[in-house]
């Protein structure tokens, strides 16, 4: 789903890629939540870790707890947006398809609140590099 936002919102200015260190298939409720917000996802397929190629990113967003994410090179920027796993969690009265889309919208508003630069450095709205204080 993050690929897919991430591409919807910031098009050509940045290269997006996504990866996970157990890639499965594309769940239809991603593809349905998504598709709700004008985002088609259906094409995207789910790729390794290895698939991508490290030595030319510059911004990694990890959507995964820190004890499962893969290891990063010193020189690329890290933003960790630990994510509640709309498939594998539970939240009482709450139904998958719910989970999915409160999902979704976290995505959207961590992403909006993301601005590019020329360099397709991940900068906050008011210009700051994440983990730079203050």
Do not use: Y
Request: with cysteine; charged share 25%; proline share 6%.
């Amino acid at each position: 789903m993050a690929e897919g936002l991430a591409r919807a919102r910031f098009g050509d200015r940045v290269r997006v890629q996504s990866a996970g260190s157990r890639p499965g298939k594309l769940h239809p409720h991603a593809v349905a939540v998504l598709a709700e917000v004008g985002v088609d996802i259906s094409s995207q397929r789910a790729k390794h870790i290895d698939a991508i190629d490290q030595a030319n990113v510059d911004t990694v967003i990890t959507l995964c707890d820190e004890e499962i994410c893969p290891v990063l090179a010193d020189a690329v920027t890290h933003l960790a947006w630990p994510l509640v796993d709309p498939v594998g969690s539970t939240v009482p009265g709450v139904n998958q398809l719910e989970r999915f889309r409160a999902v979704r919208d976290e995505l959207v508003r961590r992403l909006d609140h993301l601005c590019v630069d020329m360099n397709g450095v991940a900068r906050r709205p008011d210009g700051s590099l994440p983990g730079d204080s203050g």
